[in-house]
């Protein structure tokens, strides 16, 4: 397997792209260079006529015709043109990759050309990669950046800050200028004759990559668009796209997972989970009770896991009854997640969450009314609690647990789908290995 970060963020991108087309279905473009990417795209099956590459450089470009079977074209500035009056004006991009080997400031013009038609596609997946230069136009422009983001977001502005220096480090003040310069491109970017695109699902990765011999320090971000464009006004935009923008952490493909930065919020949570733990251990059901409304108020995604688990530890310490193992109905189980109906079905969540959030949505509530006992208590919702504090017992720090357990029950589960679950779910690359050896197979 390559080791290449550059060319393992393009099969996370094309994995991103699978959630919402099929491989073999999809129309995807990006600029060729020396074709590694166009490799890759053949790797996983683009068909030959789906495939789009812009390269203005002639030796480059001659390569990319005589060794690829894609198709080609020379300009960015014309490619939604010509794409045009070869596909049809009602076809789109599914997926378009911006990877000018430079910065997004200059080019965002031209870059504006594409969005519409990734819009108008299936897909509507868009990867846009920027050298992580230590001086760009948003680090020389930075105070008039400053000043506009500011009275975009208002006091969010300050708080993003806060937020990137605690994801990566407040030392590394220059890559903080570059990320918020970006954002603040994009909110450009992204509007077009007066009506935003909008990102309902925004992922970064920062990586070193050796693609030009050397290494190079790169980000790439992946978006996907909602099909309707949006008349709203700017700052509107901008927060929106600031509440997408920390959904997910920022994946730093340089460092293991475990050394990643813990957040202010995680430090705080974490503390406050200490504290809630031993009231939760004492009060039981009352507490239970606030925790679910907690839960319920909560738009978070990490917060929510947070309050998942604890509701389970709840459970387990005597709270009101919430999960049961099918086979004990009635009795409360005092080891939840050690009998083979349970760990089967937080595979299946697993699935479900790799695959999209419709089908996890609704995978929790499937599988929450199965393990969901006691009169009275089997609603949707206290369902969909129930799964998500089985599906928290199978991620981060319970993954080499969960994955032990697995083991001992079957083995046969440890195989490479599972890891293709984790690979899609923490966006960093799981290998069956890796699995194995948390479950201490080997
Ligand atoms: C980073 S490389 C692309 C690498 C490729 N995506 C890969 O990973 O294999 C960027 C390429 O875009 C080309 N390029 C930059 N701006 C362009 C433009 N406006 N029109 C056409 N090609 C362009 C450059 O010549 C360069 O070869």
């Not at 230590?134 to 500011?150: H, M, P, T, Y």
């Not at 475990?258 to 939760?280: D, F, H, P, W, Y």
């Not at 409360?332 to 109906?341: E, F, H, S, V, W």
């Amino acid at each position: 397997m390559d080791k290449e970060l550059k060319s393992q963020v393009l099969r996370l991108f094309l994995q991103f792209v699978q959630k919402h087309v099929p491989l073999s279905e999809a129309v995807i473009a990006s600029l060729g260079g020396e074709g590694r990417e166009a490799a890759i795209w053949q790797e996983h099956g683009i068909p030959d006529s789906n495939g789009w590459l812009i390269e203005r450089n002639r030796k480059r470009s001659a390569n990319l015709i005589s060794q690829l079977p894609y198709r080609y074209t020379s300009s960015l500035a014309s490619f939604s043109r010509v794409f045009r009056s070869v596909a049809g004006s009602s076809r789109g991009v599914d997926a378009f990759h911006l990877d000018l080997c430079g910065t997004i400031e200059p080019n965002i013009d031209i870059a504006r050309r594409i969005i519409p038609l990734v819009v108008q596609s299936r897909g509507r997946c868009l990867a846009i990669t920027v050298a992580d230069a230590r001086r760009n136009a948003s680090v020389d422009n930075f105070g008039k950046i400053e000043k506009w983001l500011s009275a975009l977001l208002g006091f969010r502005y300050q708080r993003m800050r806060e937020r990137l220096e605690a994801e990566q480090g407040k030392d590394r003040e220059l890559a903080i200028m570059r990320e918020i310069g970006f954002f603040f491109s994009i909110t450009d970017l992204f509007l077009f004759y007066g009506r935003y695109r909008m990102p309902n699902r925004v992922r970064r990765y920062a990586y070193i990559s050796h693609t030009s011999g050397a290494p190079f320090p790169m980000r790439t971000y992946f978006f996907h668009f909602s099909d309707k464009p949006q008349r709203i006004a700017a700052p509107k935009f901008a927060r929106y796209l600031y509440g997408e923008w920390f959904k997910e952490p920022l994946y730093d493909l340089n460092r293991p997972p475990q050394e990643i930065v813990r957040t202010k919020e995680t430090v705080v949570m974490s503390n406050g989970l200490k504290r809630l733990r031993a009231m939760a251990e004492a009060a039981g059901g009352e507490v239970l009770e606030a925790l679910e409304s907690l839960v319920a108020a909560a738009g978070n995604d990490r917060f929510t896991k947070f309050m998942g688990e604890l509701t389970m530890l709840v459970a387990s310490h005597g709270g009101q009854q919430l999960v049961a193992s099918p086979t004990t109905s009635g009795k409360r189980k005092t080891t939840p997640g050690r009998n083979g109906d349970f760990l089967e079905a937080q595979v299946e969540l697993l699935k479900a969450k790799a695959k999209s959030k419709v089908a996890y949505n609704k995978a929790r509530i499937e599988v929450g009314m199965k393990f969901l006992e006691g009169p009275g208590r089997k609603s949707k919702k206290k369902a969909a609690l129930t799964a998500r504090a089985m599906f928290a017992q199978t991620q981060k720090g319970h993954r080499g647990g969960f994955m032990k357990r697995l083991a001992e029950h079957r083995p046969g589960l440890l195989n490479d789908t599972l890891a293709e679950y984790y690979t899609g779910i923490t966006g960093v690359e799981v290998t069956l290995q890796d699995l194995r050896k948390e479950a201490g197979l080997q």
